[in-house]
């Protein structure tokens, strides 16, 4: 990540540079969702930034203005990603299977990008790969450290790139998960990319699916940490910015639908593999090659809000108490978005101890450690976390005991009892 957001003004795509930006969805404004409350705060104002994603018509990148310097929200990051126990075994099974189809060894090196508290990385120094963590976030970092990662606190640019290849030497492997989407400065961070890799590397990037955010209705994960939403095609005109082609592609289920990216120098790169043309092929059917074929995604995301606050409104009537699991940020663009305050729910809980005692931003929902659900014993509980259905649902299972259900607002409105 590079910490310089683009001045204010006419809306321009950060791509390719033309002001041909049309709305694809306005969610109204929001604070920025890793922003949350102390006690101390919640008499103090809150600064909301607009969540109006539009969709450039020239080269189809799906974005929002860099309304949000980087530095303001990563610096101190309430974001740990060792606390979803899946997430930690997907970056376990990613590092072997990397490991295996790339012959990494102890003569490799390997870099992560917003490498977060180790929770990749753990497993490369595990198989005793030199490897490199960089995290701008000065807290998860530490944490990563902690574990033995070694971890350069820094964003990435193309300064950054080559100051780290000249120092480490190029990286047979770059990874980054789940932070291509956060790139205000999408050119310099590309470049940043292509500086880090070898001549002969490899670069391995998983970021959300645009076409099944639009399927299942995941608008939820549109929020200002997010800058850009991508499908492969729009991808592939990005990482070409830094001479990177994208030769392969996966589809994976994490975060709601994903894909992971593999690419290559353009000088090595040779032909993309059938799976890109595949998934190249179900993005055009779905329309997400033309700009026309992005309109009418609002009224779906209209309708996940009105079942839900329908949900809510009338379980507030009957006398029934509903919770939260979770406070994850696509869970507080939900709840802004949809109205939703502690009259409604009551409180959300986490397992991140960063959140105990704090409040979620804008709606001010207070969150408590996760044991708090056991011993109140809600007749039903909000999953905001809804791409982690399998893990909490086998988590939560004891909401049985007393005929509790389980609720999730994503594709649609589910009550599972």
């Known amino acids: 990540m590079t910490g310089a957001a683009a001045p204010r003004g006419e809306p321009t795509c950060r791509l390719c540079g033309s002001q041909h930006l049309r709305t694809f969805l306005d969610l109204g404004a929001t604070p920025p969702c890793e922003l949350f409350l102390t006690a101390d705060a919640l008499d103090l104002p809150e600064v909301t930034y607009p969540l109006h994603v539009r969709v450039c018509e020239r080269c189809l990148l799906v974005q929002l203005p860099p309304l949000i310097d980087p530095d303001e929200t990563f610096t101190e990051y309430a974001y740990f990603s060792s606390y979803s126990t899946s997430w930690v075994e997907h970056a376990h099974r990613f590092v072997d299977d990397a490991a295996e189809r790339l012959g990494l060894g102890p003569d490799s090196f390997v870099v992560e990008v917003a490498s977060n508290d180790g929770y990749l990385l753990q497993h490369v120094v595990a198989r005793g790969i030199p490897c490199l963590g960089i995290e701008p976030s000065v807290n998860v ?4 450290r902690e574990k033995g990662v070694p971890t350069l606190t820094a964003f990435l ?4 790139g080559a100051r780290v290849r000249a120092e480490h030497g190029p990286a047979d492997l770059v990874c980054l998960n789940n932070v291509y989407a956060h790139i205000p400065d999408v050119l310099g961070f590309t470049k940043g990319l292509r500086a880090l890799v070898a001549d002969d590397g490899w670069v391995s990037i998983e970021v959300q699916h645009l076409l099944t955010l639009v399927q299942r209705n995941q608008f939820d994960t549109v929020y200002h940490e997010h800058f850009q939403y991508y499908t492969v095609l729009t991808a592939q005109r990005a990482l070409a910015t ?6 392969d592609v996966e589809l994976l289920d994490t975060h709601g639908g994903s894909i992971r990216l593999w690419a290559r120098p353009d000088a090595v790169a040779g032909p993309p593999g059938p799976r890109v043309a595949e998934v190249l092929a179900a993005e055009k059917a779905a329309g997400l090659h033309t700009v026309d074929g992005h309109d009418g995604f609002a009224a779906s995301v ?15 009537r009957a006398g029934a108490t509903v919770v939260g699991y979770g406070a994850p940020g696509k869970g507080n663009t939900l709840l802004n978005y949809c109205g939703v305050r502690p009259d409604l729910l009551t409180y959300t809980v986490d397992r991140n101890p960063y959140k105990h005692g704090r409040f979620t931003p804008g709606t001010r929902i207070p969150i408590h450690e996760p044991d ?3 011993k109140d ?3 039903y509980v909000l999953v905001l976390p809804w791409n982690l259905r399998e893990e909490l649902t086998e988590q939560l299972a004891y909401v049985r005991e007393w005929g509790g259900a389980l609720v999730f607002p994503i594709p649609r409105l589910e009550i599972v009892r």
Do not use: H
């Open 372 to 374: 708090r659900i056991a």
């Open 302 to 316: 209209s309708a996940i809000r009105d079942d839900l606050v329908e949900f809510l409104i009338d379980a507030r």
């Open 141 to 144: 970092g530490a944490a990563a």
């Open 242 to 247: 830094g001479g990177l082609t994208v030769v």
């Open 157 to 160: 640019g193309a300064e950054t």
């Open 377 to 379: 014993r809600p007749a």
